[in-house]
């Protein structure tokens, strides 16, 4: 039995016999399909600032979600307290969506297999002691403040969670899951003058604490954030118009999650939506473009062994060579649609319904040395950070925002420029790549991304590319 | 139904005994119910209660703290025992504390947080409500032939709040919403979605479902056809609800967190000419039935009306015990409370007064310039100002709408955004805690071709 479905077993004696229970509720009034998701989320926070530890925070939330499905339909109840009335009235609550006669209980539930554990974890980070974590806070102050003496402020935030998840299907599927997740990030800002600019950099996974000391730590993140804020200190007005822009590896990948990303979520394509409905089989990017969405990276922020539905997290190829070849998909858009499952139902947590969302999005890498895309732009910009973007599912437009980025002037990168944000239209963007460098990486660790109010942790990843054309819109000529 | 408060007093109790100096704790409590329907079936049908208890503690001048949804006698235990034995790793802090004893009090007489109306309305009544609204909405017009469906929110719930030094406060509250989201279609352009709302704590305040399917079509219709335009310098006119995203930015501006860090582009302006002559900000906790308002903050002292800016010169941030302390200011009674760690400061009721100007007026002035309806993306940086965004909105020619305009972004810094302020329409109205008329902004770059 996986960890999730023990805890549950043990800690709240659950047995098989109450799920098939809540679930014969649940379809008292009908239905096609009802499922239980239950959830422990245990989380500890810790914020460094002025040099001194001024909080921290743990805390405890759990709680059982019901859903029931009839058609089109959906009703979602939830409850935050695991007393057997308490999912039964959830659970009727849920029921009234569906019209029709109680349906035939769920009998003889079964373990569902689940082929990897991405996250093998030997001690969850929350449960090493506070300690050992304010260690980590004061090492990256330390190595922020030493980088250089024009840094002033650095504000460092870290923050660990454990969930155990069950769920259980009216499809007669039961699978759980232990997801541990950390994450250290470090804000910086520098002061030369009478100027003031800010760095950020972070990063993470579901990892042990042990990560931060060996892999990735404090002072890797606290000297990439003071490096940021230095380097915008001499950064001139960004300009403003189309131009060519070569995105860095990495973060930038955001440009994916915006601009492809959540047009091709099913829910938006079936209800037609989305800027990208009916465009299966048609070209939507240059022949060098393959993007995937895949869930299956070991000890990645965005990776799942399954999604919050119990089904199996997959690499699923969204564009292959510039042609857009499928969607992200839940069950309820699946079904509907007729489509295989991928793995890609999620949710914030018990108190919301799942919905189709990415897990860890990234263009493959190709063939040009990163170099030769630089030197291949005569006036341009090189954007290596972002700060976070938007898109409209509808018509198409995204935005990202650069947080560091440079000129390119005659083939060389040449001075930083000031926070721009950059526009372009989803289905056309990557048609305009002419250059993709071998040289894919995935970003540390630290995006978030929020859709209907829901917000769940995802990655990005790219290579080095060229876009011949693209808007961005500064304040300089 | 002091169960809540029985429980919050119990807890500091227990929190002093077990060690703590000092001890707030806040308790919540509510119901949610919402319901979309889209192309007139239901769609989704959301119902549930929730509840959490907050507990910070303070041992000397160390401060954490611990929040728990599960209320039986081991989750409540754990939670103070957590909170005590976690405090002992934070840091010796001079600014910690709860407020001084006699900040502390509440506002007195009702100010209708709560209608009962809100509860009362029945499920069908909503889902009813929910359909009208999108029907509405698709009636105006053939174009409109598709739709991401009409929405009602309901919620309800108490808030306690209970610290050593005795305070004890509560109050409930209520909220309903109705929006409408239809998407326009036409041959040879790109479709278009856009929506409207109504949000109030009273039913019997929010706009008929007829009204705001009716605003939300014509909404969604105006940016069909939408094209790019030349990058060019213009003036910028800000429709309300873009303006409110202004003022939003200019919060965080003047939020004592960011003011004492020195992470704010108006940190050390006070007494500054920091906007327009015409341009007043006010924050005011004490309006009755604001989604701002409320007797006390979340560190039980009682909400006030601030000016923040007065005639364009910064008055005053907005701060809570904390941040009041670290820039040797009082509190501004704006202490708020999010699920982790110390309490954070939010705004009231944040408006931007109204001037003289009718908003046809305003866009009547304008030979040539950019009608702001709608903005996307963060690219809003409060530590130097530098502002971006990308935009959609009218094209302005002659003082008349020429085409709709898309994928461009507005780009300036807010400090000379907020002095280039030229005009300020008469047509402040509030949806929701912060509100601004139009506005109309001398010179931003627009970035497009």
């Known amino acids: 039995m996986d960890a999730g479905c023990k805890f549950f077993r043990e800690r709240y004696r659950i047995s098989e016999g109450d799920l098939e229970g809540y679930l014969a509720e649940a379809h008292s009034a009908g239905g096609d399909y009802a499922d239980l998701y239950f959830e422990y989320h245990a989380t500890t926070s810790i914020t460094l600032d002025e040099s001194l530890v001024k909080g921290a925070t743990q805390g405890v939330s759990m709680g059982c979600g019901v859903r029931v499905v009839s058609g089109e339909r959906t009703g979602y109840a939830y409850t935050d307290d695991l007393a057997p009335e308490k999912i039964r009235q959830a659970a009727r609550i849920a029921a009234h969506i569906a019209r029709g006669p109680a349906r035939v209980s769920t009998v003889g539930l079964a373990a569902a297999v689940i082929g990897h554990n991405l996250y093998p974890v030997v001690v969850a980070p929350t449960e090493v002691e506070a300690a050992q974590k304010m260690e980590l806070v004061t090492r990256a102050d330390r190595a922020a403040r030493a980088h250089d003496p024009r840094i002033v402020q650095v504000r460092v935030a870290y923050a660990d969670e454990v969930r155990y998840v069950m769920m259980a299907g009216s499809d007669g599927r039961v699978a759980g899951d232990f997801r541990p997740l950390a994450r250290l990030s470090v804000f910086c800002l520098a002061r030369q003058g009478h100027v003031t600019q800010r760095g950020t950099a972070g990063g993470g996974g579901r990892v042990e604490l042990d990560f931060f000391r060996r892999q990735k730590t404090p002072e890797h993140f606290a000297t990439e954030s003071a490096r940021q804020a230095i380097v915008q200190l001499e950064a001139a007005e960004a300009p403003a118009g189309e131009m060519a822009v070569v995105l860095g590896p990495g973060w930038p990948g955001i440009l994916l999650h915006e601009a492809v990303g959540h047009g091709l979520e099913a829910d938006f394509n079936r209800k037609k939506t989305s800027a990208f409905a009916g465009l299966i089989g048609q070209r939507v990017a240059s022949h060098l473009c393959t993007v995937v969405d895949n869930g299956t990276i070991p000890g990645r922020r965005g990776s799942l062994n399954i999604d919050d539905e119990g089904s199996p997290t997959s690499d699923t190829v969204l564009i292959e060579n510039g042609v857009l070849r499928g969607y992200l998909q839940d069950k309820l858009s699946s079904r509907l649609m007729r489509a295989s499952l991928t793995g890609n139902g999620r949710r914030e947590g018990y108190e919301h319904m799942p919905m189709p969302r990415m897990t860890n999005t990234y263009m493959l890498a190709g063939n040009d040395d990163p170099q030769d895309i630089i030197r291949s732009v005569d006036r341009g910009l090189y954007a290596v950070s972002f700060a976070g973007g938007q898109v409209d599912i509808t018509n198409g437009k995204f935005v990202f925002s650069a947080s560091e980025a440079y000129l390119i002037e005659g083939g060389h990168v040449t001075r930083p420029v000031r926070n721009a944000t950059l526009i372009g239209n989803g289905p056309e963007v990557l048609k305009h790549v002419s250059m993709v460098g071998n040289d894919l990486r995935l970003d540390e660790g630290i995006g978030s991304c929020g859709k209907d109010g829901q917000t769940v942790p995802v990655g990005v990843g790219i290579p080095t590319i060229k876009i011949d054309r693209l808007t961005v819109g500064g304040t300089g000529q | ?449």
């Open chain 2, 1 to 449: 139904m002091d169960d809540l408060k029985d429980l919050a007093t119990q807890v500091i109790e227990r929190a002093t005994r077990a060690g703590a100096s000092g001890a707030e704790c806040l308790v919540r409590e509510g119901r949610e119910f919402s319901v979309t329907v889209r192309l007139g079936e239901i769609e989704t049908l959301k119902e549930a209660a929730s509840k959490g208890l907050w507990l910070r503690v303070l041992a000397g001048q160390r401060a954490a703290s611990c929040y728990t949804s599960d209320f039986s006698p081991d989750g409540i235990g754990r939670v103070i025992d957590q909170a005590v034995a976690l405090v002992q790793f934070t840091s010796q802090d001079p600014a910690h504390g709860l407020p001084e004893p006699e900040l502390l009090g509440q506002i007195p007489g009702d100010l209708l947080l709560y209608c009962d109306d809100v509860e009362a309305f029945s499920v069908d009544e909503r889902i009813d409500w929910a359909r009208r609204a999108e029907r509405a909405a698709l009636d105006a017009d053939p174009r409109l032939q598709n739709s991401e469906g009409g929405t009602f929110d309901a919620a309800s719930g108490r808030l306690v709040l209970a610290n050593s030094l005795g305070f004890v406060g509560e109050y409930p509250q209520s909220y309903c919403s109705l929006s409408a989201v239809p998407i326009a279609i036409a041959s040879g352009c790109a479709m278009q979605r856009d929506y409207w709302y109504s949000i109030s704590r009273s039913l019997a305040c929010l706009e008929k479902p007829e009204q705001v399917g009716r605003v939300a079509a014509q909404r969604a219709l105006r940016r069909l056809n939408a094209r790019k335009v030349e990058t060019c310098r213009v003036p910028v006119a800000f429709d309300p609800m873009t303006a409110r995203s202004l003022l939003d930015n200019l919060f965080e501006a003047v939020n004592g967190d960011a003011v004492y860090r020195g992470a704010s582009f108006l940190a050390n302006r006070l007494g500054e000419q920091v906007a327009a002559p015409g341009v007043t900000v006010i924050d005011d906790g004490t309006i009755p039935g604001g989604f701002g308002t409320s007797p006390f903050d979340d560190e039980g002292v009682p909400t006030r009306r601030t000016p923040v800016i007065e005639q364009g010169v910064l008055r005053s941030f907005l701060l809570n015990c904390y941040a009041g302390r670290k820039l040797k200011m009082p509190t501004t009674g704006n202490a708020a409370r999010g699920l982790a760690g110390n309490p954070g400061i939010g705004h009231g009721n944040f408006y931007l007064a109204p001037g003289s100007a009718p908003p046809e007026r305003i866009i009547g002035s304008i030979r040539r310039g950019f009608y702001v309806t709608e903005l996307i993306g963060s690219g809003v940086n409060l530590v130097t100002g530098d502002y971006s965004r990308g935009a959609v909105g009218q094209w302005i020619e002659g003082g008349e709408f020429a085409y709709p305009v898309e994928e461009v972004t507005i780009a300036g810094n807010l400090l000379d955004m907020m002095r280039g302020i030229a005009e300020v329409g008469n047509d402040l109205e509030f949806r929701g805690a912060v509100a601004c008329p139009t506005l109309l902004i001398a010179e931003m770059t627009v970035a497009g071709r």
